[in-house]
């Protein structure tokens, strides 16, 4: 027996009389094919069985050995171990806690074809920015450039879109952020690669829509994880969380619960329990034939919007600010609507998906000069993007994932903190008590 390997658009293509089982019959080829991420099993199977093979699989970009200082914290080496044992899996390690240095050790010890794949265009400058310790060896891969290099730097939109022209090019896969690619277009970029060595990093594994379970097939299982309170008070700062519960005033409980009602009207006619996503999204799906379902989700988001944005958090809101005066500050917030209407009112800079690149890059350079002592932003400061010191949080308002609740956590986490607080301020009597208690369960 013997069998001759190619790749061809994302696929390992195998010919000859061997007998592969982890690749199926292509009848149009006439010949057997796995997509590309089998490509090391496929391997240790042919090599196991004894089968003579050639393999013309990759085509890898020729690559020097990479020499840097770099200096890790204990935990970081114990990170670069563990990982290091099978080559494959995720880091999980709280935002603040230097997962990219443990990505860059694991890039100079292999000095191997690197990809490594990032959620914005701001995280891919950011990673570019500390790959320079490199040399001249990084490139870019997105919307804006096209460059190829021995350590190359992609979105997931770019790396998804041109899957098959990367997917033999490469021996260490990097997903930063990789809750992200179990999604039906991302896991595209791990199945369509032929990459040996595959590395994840955030800092929460789980999602929501458990999602998750997909990841140990695509790039490993959990190799490595700490939590927050694992590194506070020696490389993260010590911190506290307290939970406000704030009343809404008697006009805005008024129209809460005539909102309320009409979602928990709907869902009792139908007889619908809503115990997690899945069962909300049906309810989403049925707006497009049930005018009922419609008007229900329309009552249910008026009804958030007014335990989001009561007065009293406002008023609540102005105590902690004068509280925390000379302490840099960070407010986040779920709607842009309250988002500048607390820029408006307290004079504070706004960031949202809308604000331009160079004016959040300009509020961003003022927060960390502390000319501005506090920003307040939407969702668009919950990941990914490099924020200076903080060491007091301000949760106004937020959805019930336990990832938002860490990646904004851990903006006031860090290292040069002695003590961290985290506000919650949470409208009583409001869905928002179980959203609350929802994103901190399994923190």
């Keep these: ?40 099993d496929i391997i240790d199977y042919l090599e196991n069985s004894n089968v003579e093979h050639i393999d013309n699989v990759l085509d890898l970009i020729p690559t020097p050995i990479f020499n840097a200082e770099i200096e890790l914290r204990d935990y ?14 995720c880091i999980v390690l709280p935002t603040g806690s230097g997962k990219t240095y443990v990505a860059l050790e694991i890039i100079k010890v292999l000095s191997v074809p690197t990809l ?39 979105t997931y939109d770019s790396a998804y879109l041109n899957a098959e022209i990367l997917g033999n090019r490469f021996l260490l896969l990097i997903f930063d952020e990789v809750h992200h690619l179990p999604s039906e277009s991302y896991k595209q970029i791990a199945e369509m690669n032929a990459a040996l060595y595959r590395l994840g990093l955030t800092a929460t594994f789980e999602r929501e829509d458990g999602l998750h379970k997909l990841l140990p097939e695509l790039v490993g299982g959990k190799v490595f994880e700490l939590k927050p309170e694992n590194l506070a008070g020696k490389h993260l700062a010590n911190y506290t969380i307290k939970k406000i519960y704030v009343p809404l ?33 049906k309810i989403v799906m049925a707006t497009g034939y049930d005018t009922k379902a419609y008007e229900a989700l329309r009552a249910w988001d008026e009804a958030r919007k007014i335990a989001f944005n009561s007065k009293n958090k406002i008023l609540k809101l102005r105590e902690l600010l004068e509280r925390h005066r000379g302490e840099k500050i960070i407010i986040f917030t779920w709607h842009n609507e309250l988002v500048y209407k607390i820029s408006k009112l307290f004079f504070i800079p706004a ?28 969702q668009v400061l919950d990941e990914g993007i490099d924020i200076p010191d903080a060491s007091v949080g301000i949760i106004m308002s937020g959805s019930g994932s336990v990832r938002e609740y860490i990646q904004r956590l ?20 409001t869905s928002e008590v179980g959203i609350a208690r929802r994103r901190t369960k399994k923190k």
């Excluded at 008024?254 to 139908?270: L, M, N, P, Q």
């Design 1 to 40: 027996m013997r069998a001759k390997l190619t790749y061809e658009r994302g696929t390992i293509r195998i010919e000859g009389d061997a007998h592969v089982p982890l690749a199926k019959f292509d009848s149009r080829s006439k010949c057997y094919r796995a997509l590309a991420y089998k490509y090391r």
């Design 76 to 89: 970081q080496q114990q990170a670069v171990d563990r990982w290091m044992e099978g080559k494959k899996g």
């Design 116 to 154: 490594v794949v990032v959620p914005t265009l701001d995280l891919l400058d950011q990673w570019k920015d500390k790959l320079s310790i490199f040399g001249d060896w990084v490139g870019e891969f997105s919307g804006r450039i096209k460059e190829i290099k021995p350590i190359t730097v992609a």
């Design 249 to 281: 005033t008697e006009d805005e409980k008024r129209k809460y619960d005539e909102k309320a009602r009409v979602f928990k009207d709907y869902i009792k006619k139908r007889k619908i329990v809503v115990k997690s996503i899945e069962d909300f999204n």
């Design 351 to 378: 960031i949202t998906y809308r604000t331009p690149k160079d004016e959040r890059v300009a509020i961003l350079d003022g927060f960390r000069k502390s000319k501005f002592k506090a920003i307040v932003s939407s």
């Design 410 to 429: 851990g903006r006031i986490l860090r290292p040069s903190k002695d003590k961290a607080v985290l506000y919650e301020l949470v409208s009583r009597e």
